[in-house]
């Protein structure tokens, strides 16, 4: 028995389903709708669907205020930030892991000027940690946020410091330029 197309031999096969039915150019049109709103979703931004709440706002000022920020400085930092929790979350962390030399509104000024809030205090936290010179500890900060991704490049610095012997600043330059011959370092 050989059947003349696909459909006949599916509703042969299968005798609830007759294609004909949702071949209509009302289910097609309808599912082109379906098809191009579910994709639209999918490449609205995540900033878009995630606003920040009252709650977000106040814990930004409290952390911010926490690390002698003026209150202006505070309201503008705060008040500017797609997401308030993580801007405030780098700063103290930042904060937290220096030695108080470096002022918190060079602190607060990279935070906000990274494209990755979260890693960027995560970033300086683990290099100042692992490393115990903190007369890098600018330098450090800058690396991480000029880092397209701090993550990465703070274990570049960790993984590297613990085996070769190279100064902190040539760590950081080298894991921040990979393919910047270590003669180029020495010479800066």
């Known amino acids: 028995m050989l059947h003349k197309n696909f459909s006949d031999f599916l509703s042969d096969k299968f005798p609830l389903f007759t294609p004909k039915k949702y071949l209509s150019k009302r289910w097609i049109s309808l599912a082109v709708i379906q098809l191009f709103s579910y994709s639209f979703l ?3 931004p995540e900033v878009a669907t995630a606003q920040p709440s009252r709650k977000s706002f106040r814990i930004c000022s409290r952390d911010l205020l926490s690390v002698g920020l003026s209150e202006s400085e505070v ?7 797609l997401k308030p929790r993580d801007l405030s979350k780098c700063v103290t962390r930042i904060y937290d892991s220096t030695t108080k030399e470096l002022p918190a509104e060079e602190i607060l000024f990279n935070c906000q000027r990274v494209r990755r809030v979260d890693e960027l205090g995560n970033c300086v936290r683990k290099i100042n940690k692992a490393v115990k010179d903190t007369s890098n500890e600018s330098a450090v900060l800058e690396n991480c946020r000029l880092s397209l991704l701090p993550e990465s490049f703070s274990s570049c610095v960790i993984g590297l410091s613990s085996n070769v012997g190279l100064s902190t600043e040539e760590l950081l330059t080298t894991c921040l330029n990979p393919n910047q011959e270590i003669s ?3 010479s800066e």
Do not use: F, K, L, P
């Open 42 to 44: 999918m490449i609205i």
């Open 75 to 81: 309201a503008n930092a705060c008040g500017a930030a």
């Open 184 to 186: 180029e370092v020495d």
